[in-house]
């Protein structure tokens, strides 16, 4: 897929664990994995509002666009 | 994703208690009709006692089983096994299933429905299988002792494919 969630790298650059930002943003390790993986349908407004408040960032250095071709 | 979706062929279970049925009204000894009575509870009450038991998995999923309606689908996901099966466990009692026993290690998750006017109950049955990174779902709904499910299974499969594609929704 085109869309790349980069929440792995932000995740690193605040030395943040994937367990402490589910604990944080009150959602499942399983459904962040997924997110973390790319492998999510969408993402609601809201779950990318608590992540970019709790990660103190903005939505393009979450989600980012690669043209495959 | 690939899909692949089988029925039992259930047209020879119905067949034969018919001409049995048939059979036991034509004939003089109407004493006859308990047999096959007989036979159809004891088969009945085999299958509420081994319901939740997860060795009567065979028992439930054989092909060669003309009591048990059942259909079985197969997904293809691009999904690691461990991350799948803990999506699946979570979504299990959203799609209205009772999961009564789950193996992370051998993939293996075994739900049950409630009671309904169509139907005694249906058995779930999934196992996660892992390929080169992606994870095969074999998906088994069995009912409990019906020749038809009355779309049951069908609507078993589709609250679940339903609830998944939903929970893909973060």
Known sequence: MPI???LDIMLARRKMSLTELSQRLDISIVNLSILKQSKSKAIRFSTLEAICKVLD???GEILEYK??? | MKESISKSKNGAGIIIISLLAFGA???KNK???LIPAFIITLIFLFGILTRRS???KPYFTSKYNIFVAKIRHREEFDFPKHLLFEKLVEIMP?????IRKANEDMGDIFATTSLTWFSWGENIYISLQEVNGKT???FCSACLFQFSSWGKNESNYDNFMDEFEKSLII
Do not use: M, R, Y
Request: net charge negative; charged share 20%.
């Open chain 1, 4 to 6: 790349i969630v980069n």
């Open chain 1, 57 to 59: 960032c903005q939505p």
């Open chain 1, 67 to 69: 043209n495959d071709s």
């Open chain 2, 25 to 27: 009204i034509l004939s």
């Open chain 2, 31 to 33: 004493e006859c009709l």
């Open chain 2, 54 to 56: 997860s060795w009567s």
């Open chain 2, 94 to 98: 959203e799609a209205g299933f009772k």
């Open chain 2, 136 to 138: 095969t779902l074999d």
